[in-house]
């Protein structure tokens, strides 16, 4: 499961590659990011490490995690000089709302108001 997405349609196993499945929140939450920008891999790495209260991710965490994402179809990367800049392609976009709803439906209530 590269980049914490699984690869079938309804997000429930194995095949299709449509929905996040879980078991890693680091594609959810790459998908997330880039939903808001483009962005280059050092700057996701620092906006994780940001909203999870840690040191940055390393480039051997985010790098592979990204090329799951890639090629899974979910996001794309765009050279800008020497940098590679990742967006959201529209099954990102698809798969990003159907892990949310997973997520909510896996944790909604969870914790008390």
Known sequence: MRGGMDREGDGEGKGGGD?????????????????KK????????????IRKGEKKLSPGTIYPALK???????????RDGKTI??????????????????FIKTFFGIFPE
């Open 19 to 35: 929905c996040c499945d879980m078991r890693g929140m680091l594609g959810f939450l790459i998908l997330f990011l880039l939903s």
């Open 38 to 49: 483009p962005m280059h891999g050092q700057e996701l790495a620092g906006e994780i490490a």
């Open 68 to 78: 799951g994402l890639k090629e899974l179809g979910f996001i794309v990367e765009e």
């Open 85 to 102: 800049v990742y967006s959201l392609t529209d099954k990102g976009e698809k798969a990003l709302k159907l892990a949310k709803r997973k």
